[in-house]
């Protein structure tokens, strides 16, 4: 008896498609899935620098300055220090990578505190803003030094290579907006904040004059950047983040 042409190997080959309920059952067929054409939702700030100018008079920054190199703790960024303020590691080889300063407060600055996240706050919840889920400042602002060969310690330029300020670690992870805030631009040579956006990695405009002093610089975390080396002078910033949930 002859075999039918719908049955090989005793099985059916029946192509009919399969019923379907429409719930939660996703498409027949994953390969031919077309996506749901909506408008696309646009920031124009995701992969963008924002800055907030003379937020900061020159008599605030001054004294930004001076309270940093007066009053808060110092330490080298090539030494690691444990609770106890011990020398855990000592990164003097890592000089080409990262050369700074950072004086970090002893005590909350309320004033300071407040004016950062309002000014990051601000721009962060505006129409044209990043409006991430911010809610603080989880890390204290630290003010970074840069100095030139002929007035560092070691002879070295201060700089600070290509990086990221979002990474592993229950605080970092956090960090959602990074912000600089330039205290003395136009006494100094070099020392300029640089992004990689596509393929540009151009000095940000407009940092290096008088007329940005006191000027807040916010891009969001995840962006890579760095700080080119001193050529002349020192170059003082404050340097920070804002906190939130977790990026999703």
């Given at each position: 008896m002859p075999k039918s042409k719908n049955n090989r190997k005793g099985k059916s080959r029946d192509r009919r498609p399969v019923p379907r309920?429409?719930?939660?059952?996703?498409?027949?067929?994953?390969?031919?899935?077309k996506p749901v054409q909506e408008e696309p939702k646009q920031c124009p700030y995701l992969d963008r620098v924002?800055?907030?100018?003379?937020?900061?008079?020159?008599?605030?920054?001054?004294?930004?300055?001076?309270?940093?190199?007066?009053?808060?703790?110092?330490?080298?960024?090539?030494?690691?220090?444990?609770?106890?303020?011990?020398?855990?590691?000592?990164?003097?080889?890592?000089?080409?990578?990262?050369?700074?300063?950072?004086?970090?407060p002893k005590a909350p600055d309320e004033w300071?505190?407040?004016?950062?996240?309002?000014?990051?706050?601000?721009?962060n919840n505006s129409e044209d803003g990043y409006n991430f889920d911010v809610r603080g400042l989880a890390e204290p602002p630290n003010v970074m030094r840069y100095q030139a060969p002929d007035v560092h310690p070691k002879g070295k330029p201060g700089k600070y290579d290509w990086h990221m300020?979002?990474?592993?670690?229950?605080?970092?992870?956090?960090?959602?907006?990074?912000?600089?805030?330039l205290l003395n631009p136009g006494e100094y040579e070099g020392g300029e904040l640089c992004f990689h956006i596509g393929r540009n990695t151009d000095p940000y405009p407009g940092q290096t004059s008088k007329e940005a002093m006191g000027n807040v610089v916010m891009f969001p975390s995840y962006m890579v950047h760095r700080v080119t080396p001193m050529v002349k002078g020192t170059r003082y910033a404050v340097v920070g983040w804002a906190h939130g949930n977790s990026f999703k």
């Open positions: 309920s429409g719930r939660n059952e996703g498409p027949a067929d994953y390969r031919t899935a924002a800055t907030l100018p003379n937020a900061f008079t020159p008599d605030e920054c001054a004294q930004i300055i001076n309270t940093a190199l007066n009053d808060w703790d110092q330490r080298e960024s090539m030494i690691q220090r444990d609770k106890e303020g011990k020398i855990e590691q000592n990164f003097e080889e890592d000089l080409d990578y990262r050369n700074t300063t950072l004086f970090i300071l505190f407040q004016k950062i996240l309002g000014a990051i706050m601000t721009f300020d979002v990474g592993p670690g229950p605080v970092p992870s956090m960090r959602k907006i990074s912000y600089s805030i």
